[in-house]
């Protein structure tokens, strides 16, 4: 049976890939896209757990994991960048707000506030993208389980 840390991610995961479309991917910690689609891409990384407040009866770590989202856009419109990065972003909120114990798995879950970048693309359109940490509060018996 997958760690309870492993369980909490896949879940977040999961949940992100119901805004995947033919012009939308989720994917969970890709290495670099080669490619973006239409309306943009959302890689979830696994982020860091921290070190756990620790209950001794019954023995309980709890983690605030940080798992960390990206999520990129690309178009000529700095506009039309705008706004599809604006859209992903209030998807992603909608859906953590919709569930913020991803099925009682966590405790708590909530988004921090996005860090912005533009890069721009030597011969295409500039790449605009959010970081955005995700704090998953959970409980579990073993840190390694």
Known sequence: M???REQVLTALYTKLKALESSSVKVYRNLDKPQKLPSLGIIIVRDGT???PEVLLSPLTYIYEHSALLEI???HAD???RDSQLD???ASIGGIIAAN???DNLAEWMEARAPEFLEE????AATVKSATVPVMIRFF???PLT
């Open 78 to 80: 700095a506009a039309t």
């Open 100 to 102: 913020r114990s991803l």
């Open 2 to 4: 997958p760690s309870v």
């Open 49 to 51: 757990a921290g070190d």
């Open 87 to 89: 859209s992903l972003l």
């Open 120 to 123: 721009p693309i030597e011969g």
């Open 140 to 142: 579990t018996s073993n």
């Open 72 to 74: 990129m856009t690309q």
